[in-house]
């Protein structure tokens, strides 16, 4: 009997997309370990380019051009859409249903996986499975590749990309973030939480730094966590090498606890 994943794409990606993406650890899990991965597209489609959070040119025919191709490609989708003053999260509880309900009816899920936004959703479903779906159990693995939790300035003058980009150290940046009220218990594990965490982030991640990840790290303190660093930026890492000690501690949280 097959092993399933559900696997949550970045920002801007689709469910395609982010398959061709993790090729590398798709084969592994899929050839070798008679893994299913069920990937899905992000549910919320971004309208037009000025809802980007970057400008695709400063030429506006060559904008359009390049925000046509990403509506032709399906990628314009997204799992929130992040506004900063006030700090919020647009579409988030319609995303969050959207998931649960994928799990509810293509389920039960043996883990979970995600990239970048769909990595920080990945992390808040397998925190808070049990009480957004009472009948699935909690995931036996969650692997976590270049997430991040919802977190503003403890200080509302301080710039959160300036905390976000120029703080290495990661108490500090801890000392100078609060998890955005309404979002704390998203990212609080339980205390009777056995899902294995798998952490994945770039060393050299500049669109989520990695002083992110490792916060979110944090907050996994009395978890059963693997933390697995590469040299790149912001990817999902293909070479064997580097996953086949991933894979391993993938196959060995799914072998450790069984299915009754």
């Not at 959070?53 to 990403?70: I, R, V």
């Not at 994945?200 to 991640?205: A, E, F, Q, R, V």
């Not at 930026?233 to 293909?238: D, E, Q, R, S």
Request: aromatic share 10%; proline share 6%; glycine share 4%.
């Amino acid at each position: 009997m097959s092993r399933k994943f559900v696997c949550l794409p970045g920002y801007l990606q689709s469910g395609k997309v982010f398959a061709e993406k993790s090729s590398g650890i798709r084969k592994i899990l899929t050839k070798k370990y008679n893994c299913q991965l069920d990937y899905i597209d992000p549910p919320i489609l971004i309208p037009n380019k000025e809802e980007l959070p970057f400008t695709l040119s400063e030429d506006e025919n060559e904008a359009n051009t390049k925000f046509s191709g990403l509506v032709d490609l399906n990628v314009n989708r997204c799992w929130w859409s992040h506004k900063s003053t006030p700090c919020r999260y647009e579409h988030f509880d319609e995303a969050l249903s959207y998931v649960v309900d994928y799990i509810k009816e293509n389920g039960p899920y043996d883990g979970i996986i995600g990239f970048s936004q769909g990595a920080a959703m990945a992390a808040i479903v397998a925190n808070n499975i049990n009480k957004l779906l009472p009948s699935h159990e909690n995931f036996k693995v969650a692997v976590i590749i270049s997430g991040f939790a919802f977190v503003e300035p403890k200080n509302p003058e301080d710039d959160r990309e300036k905390l976000n980009t120029e703080i290495t150290d990661v108490l500090t940046y801890t000392e100078n973030v609060n998890l955005v009220p309404g979002y704390e218990k998203y990212f609080q594990a339980p205390t009777d939480f056995d899902t294995s965490i798998i952490l994945i982030y770039g060393s050299n991640d500049f669109a989520v730094p990695n002083v992110r990840s490792r916060h979110l790290e944090s907050l996994y303190a009395l978890a059963v966590l693997n933390t697995f660093v590469h040299d790149g930026g912001h990817l999902v890492p293909n070479k064997k090498q580097f996953l086949n000690p991933v894979v391993e501690q993938i196959e060995s949280s799914l072998e450790s606890k069984p299915n009754l």
